[in-house]
């Protein structure tokens, strides 16, 4: 008889699914299996351990460029719009494998069940996210792989494979809190399109993405609890580690606070790394 899947196992195999639509199916069976294992009087999962790739399967397309070479288009035409669209749909896809990647990679580390919950449920809504933008570029005749995507994504993940906390630092409360300062710009632009279907994923998008920071701040201050270190300290310092550019002004200060992010995590950041040439 074969033994049930792990849940690091599990992470593995969205991670070595190509296809966005099939990885996000997969991503989101897993969570529901996840969950049903923790629920009242269910036979738990094993966290168990797993040899993830060093970098997620992809698609065929879209073709990876360089940041500097992916062709800038102005929002205001629908063909800019679907471009930016496109963008959401290529950081969503990302997000999905990041979040399976923390587990993953890091199962490892003794950490409490609610880490697994956690970061189970922010894949599980990245799926969704993904789908629903990948539903609005399709309403518009395009779909997801039409456009060429930016191919650093995945570095902030190469750069963190050796340091949980690392990544806790540059993901969730870098890379998805810059997503908490653009989004409402995003959502305006499509709501003076009369776009409605792409302004509800949006707005889906913003309310469950102040979550993924939530729990990224919160592993990160338990993880320095457990060393005795200073969580602002530490931050700055994995920062300025890890992460390649500036934090940029201006800062959604309400939804960071929300999230557990106050100004004195990011202000002493703010333009002070320099953009690696």
């Not at 490892?108 to 189970?120: E, L, Q, S």
Request: glycine letters at 6%; hydrophobic letters at 45%; charged letters at 25%.
């Amino acid at each position: 008889m074969t033994a049930p899947l792990s849940l690091a196992q599990r992470a593995e195999a969205v991670l070595r699914t190509p296809d966005g639509r099939a990885k996000t199916a997969l991503s989101r069976q897993h969570a529901a299996a996840w969950f049903a294992s923790r629920g009242a009087g269910a036979a738990p999962m094993e966290i168990g351990t797993a040899a993830p790739p060093r970098h997620p399967e992809r698609p065929e397309r879209p073709e990876l460029l360089s940041p500097r070479e992916v062709p800038k288009r102005k929002p205001g035409s629908p063909a800019g719009r679907i471009a930016l669209l496109h963008a959401v749909a290529h950081i969503e896809l990302n997000a999905v494998d990041l979040h399976w990647d923390i587990i993953a990679r890091f199962s490892h580390v003794p950490m409490p069940i609610g880490f697994y919950d956690d970061w189970v449920k922010s894949a599980d809504e990245e799926s969704k996210h993904f789908n629903l933008v990948c539903d609005c570029l399709e309403a518009l005749g395009s779909h997801y792989g039409a456009l060429p995507a930016h191919a650093g994504m995945w570095r902030a993940a190469e750069d963190t494979a050796d340091d949980l906390m690392g990544r806790l630092a540059v993901v969730p409360m870098v890379l998805e809190a810059r997503g908490l300062d653009v989004t409402p710009g995003m959502i305006e632009i499509f709501r003076k399109a009369e776009v409605d279907q792409a302004v509800k994923a949006l707005e889906t998008i913003y309310a469950e993405e102040v979550g993924h920071v939530a729990y990224g701040s919160k592993w990160f201050h338990f993880l320095c609890g457990r060393e005795n270190a200073d969580p602002k300290e530490v931050f700055h310092a994995l920062v300025r580690k890890y992460f390649h550019g500036a934090l940029k002004p201006p800062f959604n200060e309400e939804k960071r606070a929300e999230a557990g992010l106050p100004p004195d995590f990011y202000w002493p950041l703010a333009d002070q790394i320099p953009a690696k040439r």
